[in-house]
C-alpha cells in the first residue's frame, strides 16, 4: 500500500531563518538554509518510500511564512505527489473564511491547517469558531499541532484538555487531525481519539522509535482506525521517520491503516496503491 504523510512542509527561505527554529537546528534537524526546489522534497519522500506527502501553508501574527498560493505552486510542480493544506490569518475572520474558501475552490486544498502556538491562541478561542463552521461547510479536516513545542514559543496551547476538547464538544461534525501525538499529554489526546469519533492524531515530528508506549498500545488495539503517519518534514525526513517500523510488530491491516488508509479516507485521497 502506497504511504502518505499526514503532516509536512515545502519550506520557503522565510520560514527555514526564522529564529524561532533555532531550538530544531541545535536537536539536529536537517533544515535547509533556503527555499530548496520541490525535486529536493520529492527526493526526500522517494528515500522514504512514501509517496504523497500533505504539505501546509503558515500563517502567523508575523506574517505568512508559506502562503497558499506557493503551495499550490509547489503541488503544481509535484506530478501528483504533494498535496495541499490551507492556511489563513486568524486575526481577520472574515477575511479568512473567504481565504479558506478561495483555497479549497480555487487552489484544490484538502484541510485547514493552523498551528495554535503560533497565535499564542488554544483552539478554542473564539477566533477559530468562524472557521470551523466552513470546515464543515467545505467537508475538510482541521489539523492542528498539540503536544509541546520545539521551536521556541510556549507549549500552553497544545494541550489536549481543555483546549481541543472543547471544540469536539461544540463542532461533532468537525473532523480534527492532532499532528505531532499530544507529547506529553499524550494519554489525553487518546483519551479525546477515543471520546469522540471524528478525532484523530498523526504521528509528525517524531520517529517511530520516540512513539510513546501507550501510542503504540493503542495502535495496536483500538486506535486502528484513529492513527495516521506523518514526518513533519523538512524537520524529520521520511526515511529516519519510518525507521523501525517493523518493530512495532504491527499486523497488515493495522500497518496498511497507520501509513495510508485513514490519511487516505480522512482527507478523501485517491492515491494508488503499491
Keep these: 500500500m502506497a504511504i502518505i504523510d ?17 531550538s530544531l537546528r541545535r536537536w539536529g534537524a536537517p533544515l535547509p538554509t533556503e527555499q530548496p526546489p520541490v525535486s529536493a522534497t520529492i527526493a526526500a519522500m522517494d528515500t522514504g518510500g512514501v509517496d504523497v506527502a500533505l504539505i501546509s501553508a503558515w500563517y502567523g501574527p508575523e506574517g505568512v511564512l508559506i502562503s497558499n498560493d506557493e503551495v499550490a505552486s509547489f503541488v ?4 501528483g505527489r504533494l498535496v495541499g ?23 484544490g486544498m484538502r484541510a485547514l491547517r493552523i498551528v495554535p502556538w503560533l497565535w499564542g491562541l488554544p483552539p478554542n478561542d ?15 479536516p482541521f ?29 461533532p461534525e468537525l473532523t480534527i487531525v492532532g499532528g505531532h501525538i499530544g507529547y506529553p499529554w499524550t494519554t489525553e489526546m487518546i483519551a479525546l481519539a477515543t471520546k469522540y469519533p471524528n478525532v484523530h492524531i498523526d504521528t509528525s515530528a517524531y520517529t517511530v522509535r ?3 508506549p501507550e501510542l503504540v498500545t493503542y495502535l495496536h488495539g483500538h486506535g486502528r482506525e484513529k492513527v495516521l503517519f506523518g514526518t513533519n518534514y523538512p524537520m524529520i525526513m521520511p526515511n529516519r521517520a519510518l525507521t523501525g517500523l517493523d518493530d512495532l510488530n504491527l499486523d ?9 488508509g485513514n490519511a487516505r479516507r480522512v482527507f478523501r485521497l485517491e492515491t494508488p496503491e503499491r
Excluded at 503544481?76 to 506530478?79: F, G, K
Excluded at 489539523?143 to 507549549?155: E, W
Excluded at 497488515?252 to 495510508?260: M, P
Aim: contains cysteine.
Design 6 to 22: 499526514a503532516w509536512a512542509q515545502h519550506p520557503t527561505a522565510r520560514m527555514v531563518q526564522h529564529d524561532m527554529f533555532d
Design 76 to 79: 503544481a510542480e509535484s506530478d
Design 85 to 107: 493544506v490551507a492556511s489563513v490569518d486568524l486575526r481577520k475572520p472574515i477575511v479568512a473564511v473567504h481565504e479558506l474558501r478561495r483555497a479549497v475552490h480555487e487552489l
Design 126 to 140: 473564539r477566533r477559530y469558531y468562524p472557521l470551523y463552521a466552513e470546515c464543515v461547510e467545505l467537508g475538510i
Design 143 to 171: 489539523c492542528t499541532q498539540v503536544g509541546h513545542t520545539g521551536p521556541l514559543r510556549s507549549s500552553e496551547t497544545g494541550r489536549p484538555i481543555p483546549y481541543l476538547d472543547d471544540v469536539a464538544l461544540d463542532f
Design 210 to 212: 520516540r512513539y510513546p
Design 252 to 260: 497488515q491491516e493495522v500497518r496498511d491503516l497507520f501509513l495510508a
